[in-house]
Structure formats: structure tokens, C-alpha cells
């Protein structure tokens, strides 16, 4: 965060900004770059250049409405990209001031906007409790939640901020009666068991 779209960013938390998800409408990059360091290598690394983007901000409980705002992003990492979500902070009397929000919330919004809603149910139903709650979670401490998620939980695998979040692996979906005595039946067929130890499996498998 530099310049003027830190401040704002730092006013609106301050002074009861609200967050909210905002989709990447336009994105045009800016001609200034800034650079610190002493050799060309620091100065290359830490090279930004301001965006300015247009948003279509969804807050909750109100009206969409569009905004713009100026960002930094690393020149070596590419720019923003039209249709991607991001969170901000903005004033609910004034929708002129919206800013990035760069704290844990936002990420948390950008987070989610990268699961499918079947993927957020599934993640929900792992973790035990709404996806928020645990990719809010998962960013406050990453590896006690991948421990959690470790505990005796089944599940797929899910990416939050970078960070694998797995659960153990899904248990194999179980054999029914029916497919077992099928393959018993081959197996007796093919003389690899004979009809006494076909019986003895068909009665383990019926609980005979």
C-alpha cells in the first residue's frame, strides 16, 4: 500500500468502512512505476506500477453500485485480471471512497471467489462450519487448521490463500454384497477358489 490509496484505505477502516466483494470490470495500467533498492536487481524486484480499475461492488444488503480505484502491483507480476473478485473497503454514505482492502477480510472474499458453491458446501461439511468461517480460519493460523483438517476428517482437498488445506483422504465408497459375490463367483469359475471356499466367502459376505 502507497500513497494516497493507503490513506484512504486506512480512513475507511477507521472510520467504519465496510467491506464488500468486487468484481474487475476494466483494468488499465498506469505509466509510473516505483522501485526501491540499491542495485538493479532490488530495483527490478520491488518495481510497481499503478492500476487504475473499475469495479461493480456487491455490498451486503445493498444496491451494486460501480467505483474506481488506483493500485499498486508488482511489474514483475503482472497486473490485475477482468472478472476476478477482490475485497474493499468502502464508505456506505459515500461510494465515491472505496479503497483495496489488503487485511485478512479481503483476502478471505478473494479466497471464496476462487470455490465453486460445491466447493464451499463440501469445505463446510469437512471443516464444520460455513466456508468463511474456515478459510478465516485457515488464514489466522494455517498450519493448526491443516491439523484439524488432518484429524480424522475426510475430504477434498482445498487451496485457501496458497496453502493446501486437506483433510484425510476420502475413505474407498464401500463394496456392495452384490459386486463382492459377483467377483467370488468369478474367482470359483476361473478355479482359483473351489465351491467349499466359494460357500465359506459367500456366507462371510451374506453374515451367514
Request: aromatic letters at 4%; charged letters at 25%; zero cysteines.
Amino acid at each position: 500500500m502507497i500513497g494516497s490509496a493507503g490513506r484512504l484505505e486506512k480512513d475507511l477502516r477507521e472510520g467504519g468502512g465496510l467491506t464488500a466483494p468486487a468484481e474487475v470490470t476494466a483494468a488499465k495500467q498506469g505509466r509510473w512505476t516505483r522501485s526501491s533498492g540499491a542495485s538493479a536487481a532490488d530495483q527490478a524486484m520491488s518495481a510497481t506500477v499503478t492500476w487504475k480499475l473499475e469495479l461493480r461492488v456487491t455490498p451486503d444488503g445493498e444496491d451494486p453500485f460501480d467505483a474506481e480505484v488506483k493500485e499498486p502491483y508488482q511489474k514483475m507480476g503482472g497486473g490485475p485480471i477482468v472478472g476476478q473478485t477482490l475485497g474493499v473497503l468502502y464508505d456506505p454514505s459515500d461510494h465515491t471512497r472505496v479503497a483495496i482492502d489488503h487485511s485478512s477480510q479481503g483476502q478471505v472474499i478473494q479466497a471464496l471467489s476462487h470455490m465453486s458453491p460445491e466447493m464451499q458446501a463440501a469445505l463446510g461439511s469437512v471443516g464444520g462450519g460455513s466456508a468463511q468461517d474456515l478459510v478465516e480460519e485457515a488464514m489466522a493460523d494455517p498450519e493448526a487448521f491443516r491439523e484439524k483438517m488432518r484429524a480424522g476428517r475426510s475430504g477434498p482437498v482445498v487451496i485457501v490463500a496458497g496453502q493446501q488445506m486437506s483433510g484425510a483422504p476420502a475413505a474407498a465408497p464401500p463394496v456392495s454384497p452384490t459386486d463382492e459375490l459377483a467377483k467370488l463367483a468369478d474367482l470359483r469359475d476361473r478355479g482359483a477358489l473351489t465351491d467349499a471356499e466359494f460357500q465359506a466367502q459367500k456366507q462371510r459376505v451374506l453374515g451367514g
